[in-house]
């Protein structure tokens, strides 16, 4: 009963009306003093972090004593959108003293181009550290889908060896040569995996909005289009846009570059960014376009709804995706995603766990549509 009352007092932040009667404290009290400097004017909370960067990295600091890791990135979060501390995070105490995560490395990226040269060394730290760690997570599991996937797009009738067959295929294609009283099947015909190749056999176009609302589908972008630029079997361009188009294809060797090449913000035409990407397309048959945007399109619309047509009748793999995030259901514009679904284009949210296995069934030609009611709901 009295950790109940401990919980509530906390949640409630005190006061005549919060009615627990609980008087936090040693860590409680301390804790309850960081909660009450970030929530001050709720539940009659009182104090605030005021316009100290000294004393904002204190708190950083102890919110990092009292609390999980995922309890202070949401601190971090309502502390910069409600006390307008995103300017503080061009001082490199602050930056060192902060839990570095997705959305953080968003807000640093929009400040880009303000950032003093005394911050920027420290803001490529944080942005390196959750770029390495989304690396760790990400990248084998990519490799593996993708690799796998295009072993069984390339099939053969002679493999060279039994890891190499195909047995479920092999066994349908034999049906015909079942022997009853032998209960036996004679396989005339084996279907298995070609080996794998080190030509490019498939061409990827990630085409990024970089608009304000797609911070962290940006980051994540980042980081899968270095992935993919490091398999040989496959050819990866990295196109970021808002009214202006920019092309970082030569930069995905390094996915820090890459964030720092963005430029978050701004307006929105993705009329133009789909015919820049429509460009660097050779091998339409063999080529995947992802659109990632919210499809608010500042642009020509129509040009580039009958862009995109023109990409599906070539016969280009084309997806959008509204997010690639773990930020929930996104807001975007729903008459043109309605317009895409129309001419056979899938748009839909996707988080960065289920992005390897996405491209996985893109390159196997599966219906995206389907994919999507069984792996996202």
Request: proline share 4%; aromatic share 6%.
């Amino acid at each position: 009963m009295d950790d109940r009352l401990r919980r509530w007092r906390l949640v409630l932040g005190g006061g005549d009306a919060d009615g627990t009667g609980f008087a936090p404290q040693g860590a409680d009290a301390r804790m309850d003093e960081a909660l009450a400097a970030l929530y001050e004017g709720e539940q009659d909370r009182t104090g605030g972090l005021g316009a100290s960067a000294p004393r904002v990295a204190r708190w950083l600091g102890d919110i990092r004593s009292y609390f999980p890791s995922t309890v202070v990135q949401v601190m971090q979060r309502d502390a910069i959108e409600r006390l307008n501390l995103t300017r503080l995070l061009l001082e490199p105490e602050m930056l060192e003293a902060v839990e570095p995560d997705v959305h953080l490395v968003g807000t640093l990226l929009s400040l880009n181009r303000v950032m003093p040269d005394e911050s920027r060394e420290s803001a490529r730290a944080v942005v390196r550290k959750v770029v390495g760690e989304l690396q760790r997570r990400l990248t084998e599991r990519t490799r593996s889908a993708i690799a796998g996937a295009l072993d069984r797009t390339a099939r053969t009738h002679r493999p060279k060896r039994a890891a190499d067959i195909d047995w479920d295929r092999t066994i349908r294609v034999n049906l015909r040569h079942y022997l009853p009283d032998r209960r036996t099947l004679v396989p005339s015909t084996l279907v298995g995996y070609a080996r794998r190749q080190s030509a490019v056999r498939r061409e990827v176009v990630l085409c990024v909005d970089q608009s304000g609302s797609m911070a962290a589908s940006v980051v994540y972008s980042g980081v899968f289009g270095a992935v993919l630029a490091s398999m040989r079997s496959l050819k990866t361009s990295l196109v970021v846009f808002d009214t202006a188009v920019v092309d970082l294809t030569d930069q995905l060797h390094d996915p820090v570059e890459v964030l720092f090449g963005t430029q978050l913000g701004g307006g929105t035409d993705i009329n133009r960014a789909v015919a820049y990407s429509h460009e660097l397309i050779t091998r339409p048959r063999d080529s995947i376009f992802i659109l990632i945007s919210d499809l608010f399109e500042g642009g020509v619309r129509q040009d580039m709804l009958r862009r995109i047509s023109a990409m599906t009748q070539a016969g280009v793999q084309v997806i959008v995706l509204l997010a690639l995030s773990d930020e929930g259901a996104p807001f975007y514009d729903h008459d043109n995603a309605a317009a895409l679904a129309a001419l056979g284009v899938p748009a839909f949210a996707c988080t960065p766990d289920a992005f390897p296995d996405l491209m996985a069934a893109a390159i196997q030609r599966q219906d995206l549509t389907q994919w999507k009611e069984r792996h996202l709901g």
